[in-house]
């Protein structure tokens, strides 16, 4: 046996780099993010990332503040501080501290509530900082913007609050998903309401924000308060940010309609009702009866912008702080002693979608977009302040009890504006889900 | 009829409002050459001056009752305002007169407003151009709506008229209509008074005082009268913080009509710079009368009836007289010759 080699040549040399290069090579590929995560932005560390996308700037800076309050109680919670809040009437019982062995950290962006400005700062915290979720909003056109931005990219999307039926109808996603109520659900519960108070012979005259949640709530409101016998006198789109509604309210004064419905939101929504009020519409009787307003989506923080205008008109809301379930009260209680008031809807429906995302996340036993969105299409629940509630498979909408509000006549405090009138139950909002359209397309796990 | 009447006295009561922003505007323009798009900040400047006398007569004394709870566990705390805790009626009686008496407030503050910024800054962009001057000025407005956003949040604050003039007014049956068809506001109709009588004041300060006879000599020819040993920058300065408080008024009596929030100035500004071009750069009777004429376009444009003809036309009515107005006469309605025509 001779100990002497072949000796080297170029070909062997080459030959050899090219074994030992890929020897080197292989553990790497095989353990590295790029090849092994079967999905964008899989976390490798102690520390999974999720984006709080909420305007921070702009007419709902104070919507998105009390967001961003609950997205960070949220947190703390989930990481196991704190009181644990709704972990501990959630009835799901997987979540234990962290969310599959990681802890949760968060990033922020702000929407301005523009949908250009939304999808920029997703992008911005899906593919520079490694959300793997992104949540948040107060708006229906930059939720659908966002939603449709986490499905091209191939993260969830867990929307804020959005109200338009579109959210989940003609636009919804597969990434996306929703525990907001929308317009649909809101005329739903407050039809009989309103047919009960104020008779079924009446005419209302609509006042609608031009933009698609708009046109979404003045659809639905007609839809049911036409099928119980009302007439509608006339449907009047005002631009988005008008200030002063006199031009757009005097009509209403002798069109012969004893109903103003104002299909706005937030700033347009404390304008449009406050002047109504000047104009003395609720002073008026029209047709031998008392002239009213109504309010379809009420929040409180616009409640608090318009004031005592708000008393006596009805409205309907998502969650209300006032609610007496164990649920409710240990949000309101957790939330209450962390900043010291109440939450708003908006930040309830945040803090919800946060542990939805990550309890479907701690069953799946993965961050993987398709994974979760498996684990959330027909997951059924409770304890989260709103009865019974299922995420239905087929649209990604929450199916839950719907509340109707009405503006509170001796309100004790800054938060006490709005009284809960009737809780309506699941059963009396739900619809098929092809009736809004749409289709939920395939899942994306941006691998 | 009943319809029309509604929108044209809409429209007077819009005009107002466009009409004081757009005379400090003018008056800042003719006398400094300087365009201030920082105008409509003092405009907001002068509502949030409605809500800080507001905030300030409402200061609470606050105690808590040790046994009642709030949902979150603490304490119920008791809130009475100082004012009606120490001065009984009176007390509720200035808190229902807040709106009218914040003036009181907003005078000496819009004038120092006015005085600082004309002094601490616009001064320095007199000979730069217009551009320059656009973009700081703009900026500065920035600055004023994030800070007022910084102390008091985002979201509009109410502020409401005093009980004697809330609700609205049956004037049509003055005029022989039916009760109830024509009706409005109290409180738009003190405002509508209320700008008409502050027009006449600038106007009458400028036309029968020496103070503006100098400044109208000086919008003519600041250098000859700069040549007659009058100091005509210490007294621009002072129109500068008029402009100032006229703006500031215009934003106090507005707020029991438009809740206040950061975000005011910058929604009138625009149709106010629409007006001042409408009406001629630097012509007073001009930013007056295109204030009224825009205001009152703006309301019959938004009428369902025009609406079913022309979609839309409620949103671009302003924008295309400005537009018509620059193509045919860059000088505007009152303008003087050759400004904007070169």
New interface residues.
């Given amino acids: 046996m001779s100990l002497i080699r072949k000796p080297l040549n170029r070909r062997s040399i080459l030959r050899a780099g090219a074994m030992g290069g890929a020897a080197l090579a292989t553990p790497t590929i095989f353990t590295s993010g790029a090849w092994s995560a079967g999905y964008l932005n899989e976390p490798t560390g102690a520390e999974v990332v999720l984006g709080f996308n909420v305007p921070q700037?702009?007419?709902?800076?104070?919507e998105g503040a009390d967001e961003l309050r609950a997205y960070q109680l949220a947190v703390k919670h989930l990481n196991g501080e704190g009181d644990g809040g709704l972990l501990n009437t959630f009835s799901s019982k997987e979540l234990k501290g962290g969310v599959n062995g990681k802890k949760v950290a968060y990033v922020t962006g702000d929407t301005q509530t523009k949908s250009d400005a939304a999808r920029a700062s997703a992008k911005r915290m899906i593919e520079k900082d490694g959300a793997v979720m992104i949540t948040g909003g107060s708006s229906s056109g930059v939720a659908i913007a966002v939603q449709s931005l986490c499905q091209e990219a191939g993260v969830i999307f867990m929307a804020g609050l959005t109200h338009s039926n579109d959210t989940t109808g003609k636009d919804k996603r597969k990434n996306g998903f929703r525990h907001f109520f929308n317009t649909e659900m809101s005329g739903a519960a407050l039809a009989p309401v309103l047919k009960n108070n104020y008779g079924t012979d009446r005419k209302a005259y609509h006042l609608t924000a031009d933009y698609t949640w708009g046109w979404s709530q003045e659809e639905s409101i007609k839809k049911y308060t036409e099928g119980m016998g009302w007439e509608t006198v006339?449907a009047?789109r005002t631009?988005l940010?008008a200030?002063?509604f006199?031009?757009?309210i005097?009509?209403v004064?002798?069109s012969g309609a004893d109903v103003l419905v104002l299909n706005h939101y937030g700033?347009d929504m404390?304008?449009s009702l406050?002047?109504a009020v000047?104009?003395?519409l609720r002073?008026?009787?029209v047709n031998g009866k008392d002239f009213v307003i109504v309010v379809p989506l009420y929040s409180r923080?616009m409640a608090?912008?318009?004031?005592?205008?708000v008393k006596g008109i009805f409205g309907s809301t998502n969650w209300h702080?006032?609610l007496q379930d164990e649920g409710s009260?240990a949000f309101?209680?957790?939330?209450?002693?962390e900043y010291?008031f109440?939450p708003s809807q908006a930040a309830h429906t945040c803090y919800v979608q946060t542990l939805l995302y990550a309890d479907a996340a701690q069953r799946a036993g993965t961050f993987d977009p398709c994974a979760i969105a498996a684990a959330l299409e027909g997951f059924e629940f409770d304890g989260m302040g709103n009865g019974p509630t299922l995420y239905r498979a087929d649209d990604h909408q929450c199916f839950k009890d719907v509340l109707v509000v009405k503006g509170k006549e001796n309100p004790t405090?800054q938060f006490d504006i709005l009284e809960v009138v009737e809780v309506t139950p699941r059963s009396q909002v739900e619809y098929p889900a092809e009736m809004l359209g749409g289709e939920l397309g395939t899942c994306n796990n941006g691998a | 009829m009943d319809v029309i009447l509604l929108q044209l006295l809409n429209g007077l009561d819009k005009g107002g409002a466009y009409a004081l922003i757009a005379l400090g505007l003018t008056l800042i323009f003719g006398t400094l050459g300087v365009v201030n798009f920082a105008h409509g900040a003092l405009f907001m400047l002068g509502a949030f001056c409605a809500v800080t006398f507001n905030k300030l007569l409402s200061l609470e004394v606050v105690t808590t009752d040790p046994t009642k709870t709030t949902a979150w566990g603490s304490p119920l705390e008791i809130r009475t305002p100082y004012v009606e805790a120490y001065l009984g009626d009176f007390g509720s009686w200035m808190l229902n007169y807040s709106v009218p008496m914040s003036i009181l407030l907003a005078v000496p503050v819009m004038l120092l407003i006015g005085f600082v910024m004309e002094r601490g800054l616009i001064k320095h962009f007199y000979k730069r151009p217009h551009a320059d001057q656009i973009l700081v000025t703009f900026g500065l407005a920035i600055v004023l709506q994030e800070i007022i956003k910084a102390i008091y949040g985002a979201n509009p604050i109410p502020q409401s008229a005093p009980e004697l003039v809330r609700g609205a007014a049956d004037i049509g049956s003055i005029f022989g209509f039916d009760p109830g068809v024509i009706v409005y506001p109290y409180w738009r109709m003190v405002y509508l008074g209320f700008a008409g009588v502050v027009i006449a004041a600038v106007f009458a300060f400028l036309r029968f005082t020496t103070f503006g006879m100098v400044v109208r000599a000086g919008m003519a020819d600041r250098d000859t009268v700069g040549l007659l040993g009058i100091n005509i920058e210490r007294r621009f300065t002072v129109v500068f913080a008029i402009a100032a408080v006229v703006a500031g008024l215009a934003g106090v009596m507005y707020t029991p009509i438009l809740p206040p929030d950061y975000h005011m100035g910058m929604d009138f500004l625009v149709l106010s710079f629409v007006v001042v071009v409408v009406g001629g750069m630097g012509s007073l009777p001009g930013a007056v009368a295109a204030g009224f004429l825009l205001g009152i376009l703006q309301s019959f444009a938004s009428m369902n009836e025009v609406k079913a003809i022309l979609p839309g036309i409620d949103q671009i009515i302003i924008y295309l007289v400005a537009v018509v107005i620059l193509l045919v006469r860059p000088r505007g309605l009152f303008g003087r010759k050759g400004v904007m025509e070169n």
Avoid: C, R
């Fill in positions: 700037t702009g007419a709902y800076a104070d006339a009047v631009p940010g200030g002063d006199s031009q757009y005097t009509p004064l002798n700033k404390v304008n406050t002047q000047q104009f003395g002073d008026k009787q923080l608090q912008g318009a004031g005592e205008n702080w006032s009260k309101v209680k957790s939330f209450g002693q010291g109440p405090s």
